[in-house]
């Protein structure tokens, strides 16, 4: 057995269906007993968004935003809602929604309580995330570290991929070499990095709104040109979600695995724990403030450009879609639609819809969007990996491991952008597994200091104040930050 066939059958052990279920009741649970957050809340959400606090040791909630955001947007809003309808049919969409609505309670919980359990590091800069708030809520060390280390993992190897799929794009779209986009790529990286997380958070800032604006509006643009074909799409979206369409009908487990694999894979990552790390770094008065822009970050993947690249593949209606009772054949002789033969699942959904509707733009668009949402994916990774390995140095100054593994980080990215990175996304895939079981499980155990401090926030709301953190008052310790 080879190195591929085993990482494949632990991937297939961590994205078993009971993750899939755990991840749902997870987000139904945090949504019943935060009484719906993630709608009660939307005002306060746009509102807090745009505060400008911020301080030496932290940064603004909107870059913390943008931070969180770079990792959600990226790559897997083209390639992975490409692969939902591919693999689960239109209706994964659906089950896309679905896993949003609800992951955004647990977005709420998760960075709600890294904002509670945050602390500085050497640099005097605020750190945190699961690794943190599971050694100082639930005074686990070994968890924590496990935690950390399966992140420090993750993050590598998915910056691998994300890197391969720059390099693929400039290639296909303007036949660059891939070694010259790599080099480009490297440098470019390099001088962000060294920068820290500020320098991360500036960059993202800008570049994040910017990106997701453009693709936006060629994704509007092509749908206005098939606008009579929009309500229909809905209405296949939902026939095929629960099983009423006469093409899709058998589909709808697939469709659901596919739908909650690829909103938290891919796409919103609710409950990963990975949104959390940037969620640590804002400067806020309340953490159920930081709490609520994160939640709020999930609905702009997931409703707005996962759901725009949705309805610019299925307006063309230019896309594939497989049959999941057949393996072992060629993908072609397994379709159950197939509107565009010999077309591997992914991007190139995107590039023939948009060429369909804009003639000789198609394929340059797909580069130019892949290009931005991978590079900031790239920085937001970095980042994660980096706090967790600060977490591990127990945020003791050791710049001489910090630099060690900022070059292995680029090594990596440069590796997996000069060569095939299938095994890169496999392991990626299993360490987001792996941070999903441990995140989820330990946000269930934790949830009450989240819980207090949202009551806290709602009873300074009601009064009229701006809300104030206390922790003793609410009884929760170890809230290090806080506290000094």
């Given at each position: 057995?080879?190195?591929?066939?085993?990482?494949?059958?632990?991937?297939?052990?961590?994205?078993?269906?009971?993750?899939?279920?755990?991840?749902?009741?997870?987000?139904?649970?945090?949504?019943?007993?935060?009484?719906?957050?993630?709608?009660?809340?939307?005002?306060?959400?746009?509102?807090?968004?745009?505060?400008?606090?911020?301080?030496?040791?932290?940064?603004?909630?909107?870059?913390?935003?943008?931070?969180?955001?770079?990792?959600?947007?990226?790559?897997?809003?083209?390639?992975?809602?490409?692969?939902?309808?591919?693999?689960?049919?239109?209706?994964?969409?659906?089950?896309?929604?679905?896993?949003?609505?609800?992951?955004?309670?647990?977005?709420?919980?998760?960075?709600?309580?890294?904002?509670?359990?945050?602390?500085?590091?050497?640099?005097?800069?605020?750190?945190?995330?699961?690794?943190?708030?599971?050694?100082?809520?639930?005074?686990?060390?070994?968890?924590?570290?496990?935690?950390?280390?399966?992140?420090?993992?993750?993050?590598?190897?998915?910056?691998?991929?994300?890197?391969?799929?720059?390099?693929?794009?400039?290639?296909?779209?303007?036949?660059?070499?891939?070694?010259?986009?790599?080099?480009?790529?490297?440098?470019?990286?390099?001088?962000?990095?060294?920068?820290?997380?500020?320098?991360?958070?500036?960059?993202?800032?800008?570049?994040?709104?910017?990106?997701?604006?453009?693709?936006?509006?060629?994704?509007?643009?092509?749908?206005?040109?098939?606008?009579?074909?929009?309500?229909?799409?809905?209405?296949?979206?939902?026939?095929?979600?629960?099983?009423?369409?006469?093409?899709?009908?058998?589909?709808?487990?697939?469709?659901?695995?596919?739908?909650?694999?690829?909103?938290?894979?891919?796409?919103?990552?609710?409950?990963?724990?990975?949104?959390?790390?940037?969620?640590?770094?804002?400067?806020?008065?309340?953490?159920?403030?930081?709490?609520?822009?994160?939640?709020?970050?999930?609905?702009?993947?997931?409703?707005?450009?996962?759901?725009?690249?949705?309805?610019?593949?299925?307006?063309?209606?230019?896309?594939?879609?497989?049959?999941?009772?057949v393996n072992g054949i060629p993908d072609d002789a397994r379709l159950l639609l197939g509107n565009l033969p010999g077309v591997e699942a992914g991007p190139r959904f995107v590039q023939h819809a948009v060429e369909s509707a804009l003639p000789g733009f198609g394929r340059s668009f797909v580069?130019?969007?892949?290009?931005?949402?991978?590079?900031?994916?790239?920085?937001?990774?970095?980042?994660?990996?980096?706090?967790?390995?600060?977490?591990?140095?127990?945020?003791?100054?050791?710049?001489?491991?910090?630099?060690?593994?900022?070059?292995?980080?680029?090594?990596?990215?440069?590796?997996?952008?000069?060569n095939s990175a299938t095994v890169a996304w496999s392991l990626g895939d299993i360490g987001v597994g792996l941070m999903s079981w441990l995140n989820i499980l330990a946000i269930l155990l934790l949830q009450r200091p989240a819980l207090a401090a949202l009551r806290d926030y709602e009873?300074?709301?009601?009064?009229?104040?701006?809300?104030?953190?206390?922790?003793?008052?609410?009884?929760?310790?170890?809230?290090?930050?806080?506290?000094?």
């Amino acid at each position: 057995m080879n190195v591929e066939s085993i990482v494949n059958a632990l991937l297939g052990v961590v994205w078993s269906p009971y993750l899939v279920v755990l991840c749902l009741l997870a987000g139904l649970y945090f949504s019943v007993r935060t009484r719906f957050i993630q709608l009660r809340a939307l005002p306060d959400m746009l509102r807090l968004v745009f505060r400008h606090e911020r301080s030496d040791a932290g940064v603004s909630p909107f870059q913390a935003l943008s931070l969180s955001l770079s990792s959600r947007v990226g790559v897997g809003n083209i390639a992975g809602v490409a692969m939902a309808i591919a693999f689960g049919g239109p209706g994964a969409i659906l089950w896309m929604w679905v896993v949003a609505f609800l992951g955004a309670s647990s977005a709420f919980i998760e960075s709600t309580l890294a904002q509670i359990y945050k602390d500085r590091d050497a640099g005097g800069q605020y750190r945190g995330g699961p690794a943190y708030y599971i050694e100082k809520g639930l005074g686990q060390r070994w968890y924590a570290v496990l935690f950390a280390l399966v992140a420090v993992l993750a993050g590598a190897m998915l910056a691998g991929t994300q890197s391969n799929a720059i390099t693929s794009a400039v290639n296909e779209a303007w036949d660059v070499p891939v070694v010259f986009t790599t080099g480009a790529l490297l440098v470019a990286l390099g001088a962000i990095l060294v920068g820290g997380v500020r320098r991360i958070a500036g960059v993202a800032q800008w570049l994040v709104p910017l990106m997701a604006i453009a693709y936006l509006l060629v994704a509007a643009m092509v749908m206005v040109l098939n606008a009579d074909k929009v309500p229909e799409v809905a209405a296949l979206v939902l026939r095929s979600a629960f099983g009423m369409d006469a093409a899709f009908g058998a589909m709808i487990g697939t469709a659901i695995q596919w739908g909650v694999r690829r909103g938290v894979l891919l796409s919103n990552e609710a409950g990963m724990g990975s949104g959390a790390h940037p969620a640590a770094a804002a400067e806020v008065s309340h953490p159920v403030k930081q709490g609520l822009v994160q939640s709020f970050s999930v609905y702009i993947d997931t409703m707005v450009v996962c759901s725009a690249t949705a309805f610019l593949i299925l307006s063309t209606g230019l896309y594939n879609v497989y049959d999941p009772a057949v393996n072992g054949i060629p993908d072609d002789a397994r379709l159950l639609l197939g509107n565009l033969p010999g077309v591997e699942a992914g991007p190139r959904f995107v590039q023939h819809a948009v060429e369909s509707a804009l003639p000789g733009f198609g394929r340059s668009f797909v580069a130019l969007a892949i290009l931005p949402f991978a590079f900031t994916t790239i920085l937001a990774l970095y980042y994660m990996a980096e706090t967790n390995i600060s977490y591990l140095c127990r945020d003791r100054p050791m710049p001489w491991v910090m630099g060690g593994f900022q070059l292995l980080f680029l090594l990596a990215t440069g590796y997996s952008a000069l060569n095939s990175a299938t095994v890169a996304w496999s392991l990626g895939d299993i360490g987001v597994g792996l941070m999903s079981w441990l995140n989820i499980l330990a946000i269930l155990l934790l949830q009450r200091p989240a819980l207090a401090a949202l009551r806290d926030y709602e009873h300074h709301r009601r009064l009229g104040t701006d809300p104030l953190f206390d922790p003793h008052r609410l009884g929760v310790r170890n809230t290090c930050a806080w506290e000094r």
